[in-house]
């Protein structure tokens, strides 16, 4: 199952930030939906969709059993009906660092980086997924999607710098910064 974001004229939540962080940035758009499917190949209607990005929930990477059970375990559901904030990443990596070994990628992510390990203390506060889209030939190889609730918004904050000033992010050729806000869902 693919999720497919699309920037447009309508969607459930309204963009309140987009920013270039490093290379090119997306269209500006007012709104931003998403969508699960089948198939990534959803029509663009140019008149209501500015940019389409696709990815699918993949197994866990970079990762040793320990630390995938303590993500498991501290793991919020995305889709809580007070986490009216959100953000959306899209992040492209450099062709150096597809050219290391999944071995040393493991080195940089987490041993050097503590991707992991820094990013724990923010759960559960903060829900993320990751999606994989680098072999579906999309633009970015990842899209992160996190969400929060408005009073998390200073450590959403420290959360996005704390993983861009790791080794890791030297790899990032292309970023863009996507903030979102929504209604709050009836719980009922």
Not at 105 to 124: C, M, T, V
Request: proline fraction near 5%.
């Amino acid at each position: 199952m693919f999720t497919v974001f699309r920037g447009g004229q309508s969607g459930a939540w309204r963009v309140t930030r987009l920013a270039p962080v490093k290379g090119a940035s997306l269209a500006r758009t007012p709104a931003l939906s998403s969508v699960y499917s089948a198939s990534i190949a959803l029509p663009i209607l140019p008149s209501l969709t500015s940019w389409r990005l696709a990815g699918v929930a993949s197994h866990v990477r970079y990762t040793e059993r320990a630390e995938k059970n303590q993500l498991i375990e501290a793991q919020a559901p995305l889709g809580r009906p007070d986490a009216t904030c959100a953000a959306l990443i899209p992040i492209k990596k450099s062709a150096a660092w597809w050219e290391l070994t999944q071995e040393e990628r493991r080195q940089i992510f987490e041993d050097r980086s503590n991707h992991i390990a820094g990013s724990l203390k923010y759960l559960p506060a903060i829900a993320r997924q990751l999606y994989h889209c680098r072999d579906l030939g999309e633009p970015f190889d990842f899209l992160t999607w996190f969400e929060f609730v408005p009073a998390h918004a200073d450590a959403f904050e420290e959360l996005v710098a704390m993983l861009r000033a790791t080794e890791e992010w030297n790899y990032v050729e292309r970023e863009v910064d996507i903030r979102v806000e929504r209604e709050r869902l009836d719980a009922g």
